[in-house]
């Protein structure tokens, strides 16, 4: 019998990047199947997103107390918006590929996910089957390397 990819709930919070590490570390605790930390170049605010079961209990209001509870702390939480909506099914497995593209290191170097390798690609290149726990290259410590 093939089971098909079942649905998760996403639970982002907008907040501050020093704040979004305690969350994540909370969130995992709590049972988040799994949590990300959206980063955009050159913005102040970032994503944190946390994946729950589509049929399980998802903590909105005891996260927004531990944000309440960062704030009275004295740590930058920024807006700390939480919000929820459910994800369809889908092949987490493969589909987070659709993300990863061709990285422009520097002006020769490119790093290039196994599935986008192209003989005819001019320059120098890194050949790299990321995982999903790689990223995007767009960390600090990866951009560094």
């Known amino acids: ?11 982002t919070i907008r907040t501050t990047a020093i704040a979004a590490e305690t969350l994540q570390v909370l969130l995992e605790d709590q049972g988040a199947l ?29 996260i927004r107390a531990r944000i ?5 702390n004295g740590v930058p939480v ?3 918006e939480v919000r929820v909506r459910t994800l369809p099914g ?22 290039v996910p196994t599935w986008e390798a ?3 690609m001019e320059g120098d290149r ?5 995982g999903m726990a790689f990223g995007l290259g767009d960390h600090p410590t990866t951009r560094g390397c």
């Open 118 to 120: 192209d003989a005819t």
């Open 68 to 72: 309440a509870t960062l704030q009275e």
């Open 1 to 11: 019998m093939v089971r098909l990819p079942q649905p998760l709930q996403l639970l």
């Open 78 to 80: 920024g807006p700390g």
């Open 34 to 62: 799994g949590t990300a930390i959206e980063r955009k170049r050159g913005a102040r605010l970032v994503h944190l997103q946390a994946y729950f079961e589509a049929d399980g209990p998802v903590p909105v209001d005891w």
């Open 126 to 130: 890194i050949l790299l089957d990321p």
């Open 90 to 111: 889908e092949d987490w497995a493969e589909s987070w590929k659709r993300h990863f593209r061709v990285i422009e290191a520097t002006a020769r170097l490119r790093i």
